[in-house]
């Protein structure tokens, strides 16, 4: 394990100036609590990066979201949590990732692989530091910080003038 040059640990190994850009790029990053998206292929270490700032600056817990394990008709529910009685089944309030998170950082893995409608009420927790569990009322407030990461192109759509989606 490499440390950085404030001897923070990383988890990054070699000495490549991409390397050392990156390191120094977590250190700036660490500072902040400002939204980040990592971009690049699977199994390229976008979830070392997210803990490595995280932990530049640990505030918090760091809670791994796999947006591409959440599917089907209960993914809003996984996400943001639900209070008692809000489906069948839904004996207890539950808190979601994002509520766990409060305080921390969000890391939201393979973001690009949530349904459209999700990334839009994604947007209001990051516009607005809230969110509402299935079955509330009431928007809760967090303070989180988010990082995203993805392996798919986002910038492709755009230019094209189209929304990105998965299927």
Not at 68 to 79: N, Q
Not at 80 to 97: I, L
């Amino acid at each position: 394990m490499e440390l950085g040059a404030n001897g923070s640990s990383h988890g990054l190994v070699g000495q490549s100036p991409q390397i050392c850009e990156i390191r120094r790029l977590i250190e700036k990053l660490g500072r902040t609590r400002a939204p980040v998206l990592l971009l690049g292929e699977s199994g390229t270490g976008k979830e070392v990066v997210a803990r490595a700032i995280h932990n530049a600056n640990p505030r918090g817990e760091f809670v791994a979201i796999d947006c591409g394990a959440l599917v089907g008709p209960l993914l809003e529910s996984e996400l943001f949590g639900h209070t008692r009685g809000a489906f069948t089944g839904a004996a207890e309030a539950k808190k979601g990732p994002i509520e766990l998170a409060d305080g921390g950082t969000a890391f939201f893995d393979e973001m690009g692989d949530l349904p459209l409608d999700m990334q839009v009420k994604l947007l209001r927790l990051l516009q607005e530091r809230e969110f509402r569990p299935v079955g509330s009322l009431k928007q809760h407030k967090v303070n989180i910080r988010v990082i995203a990461a993805t392996h798919h192109d986002l910038a492709r759509p755009a230019r094209s003038g189209r929304t990105f989606t998965t299927a």
